[in-house]
T-cell receptor
Framework: KNQVEQSPQSLIILEGKNCTLQ??????????LRWYKQDTGRGPVSLTI?????NTKSNGRYTATLDADTKQSSLHITASQLSDSASYIC?????????????FGTGTLLAVQP | DSGVTQTPKHLITATGQRVTLRCSPR?????VYWYQQSLDQGLQFLIQ???????AKGNILERFSAQQFPDLHSELNLSSLELGDSALYFC?????????????FGPGTRLTVL
């Protein structure tokens, strides 16, 4: 069964600190893995998208890693800011049929405190 | 601003009623996706259209239907509404047909069924 699990469920950190969010998946056949940031009550915004051959991708202070062998990904946030408070969603795309199937994790809720 | 627009922003209606949600994709995007996000739940894929044709179906109820018009805007129709249909409904768009590229999400329509 295709599944995406994220940890931790929630996280509180102080402004300026770094943090790492985890995503484990059992999705086959794998197409790509995406990280989205979703502010409360707003639409998700894409941070990174990685294919099988990519193991690191950065977008400003956000760095995603992918280990396709262990089926794990992480999102590292450097020098956190108050505006980083949001839900971070890992989405894995499975190839197949007319359209790739997107399997969504339930997200990690990050709160950055001053 | 993702370039995807959704109307209305908020909708309050009663059980048994029917509503229509509207989405205009980013300029140049041919794919439109609809998602439902209930309180404290992850995003659930409902349906995808590509260039006017239904491309993929997810967990969409029979009471729900959608279409994509020649100008590429899309509408999601929800009928015989139940309390459990209260949720945020997001539309996303992308260029490619098979879900392999980045999806850009709209701001969402918050539906409240009383």
């Amino acid at each position: 069964k295709n599944q995406v699990e994220q940890s931790p469920q929630s996280l509180i950190i102080l402004e300026g600190k770094n943090c790492t969010l985890q995503c484990n998946y059992t999705v086959s056949p794998f197409s790509n893995l995406r990280w989205y940031k979703q502010d409360t009550g707003r639409g998700p915004v894409s941070l990174t998208i990685m294919t099988f051959s990519e193991n690191t991708k950065s977008n400003g202070r956000y760095t995603a890693t992918l280990d396709a062998d262990t089926k794990q990904s992480s999102l590292h946030i450097t020098a956190s800011q108050l505006s980083d408070s949001a839900s971070y969603i890992c989405v894995v795309s499975a190839r197949g049929g007319a359209t790739n199937k997107l399997i969504f994790g339930t997200g990690t809720l990050l709160a950055v405190q001053p | 601003d993702s370039g995807v627009t959704q109307t209305p922003k908020h909708l309050i209606t009663a059980t048994g009623q029917r509503v229509t949600l509207r989405c205009s994709p980013r300029s140049g995007d041919l794919s439109v996706y609809w998602y439902q996000q209930s309180l404290d739940q992850g995003l659930q894929f409902l349906i995808q259209y590509y260039n006017g044709e239904e491309r993929a179906k997810g967990n969409i109820l029979e009471r729900f239907s959608a279409q994509q018009f020649p100008d590429l805007h899309s509408e999601l129709n929800l009928s015989s509404l139940e309390l459990g249909d209260s949720a945020l409904y997001f539309c996303a768009s992308s260029v490619a047909p098979a879900g392999e590229d980045t999806q850009y999400f709209g701001p969402g329509t918050r539906l409240t069924v009383l």
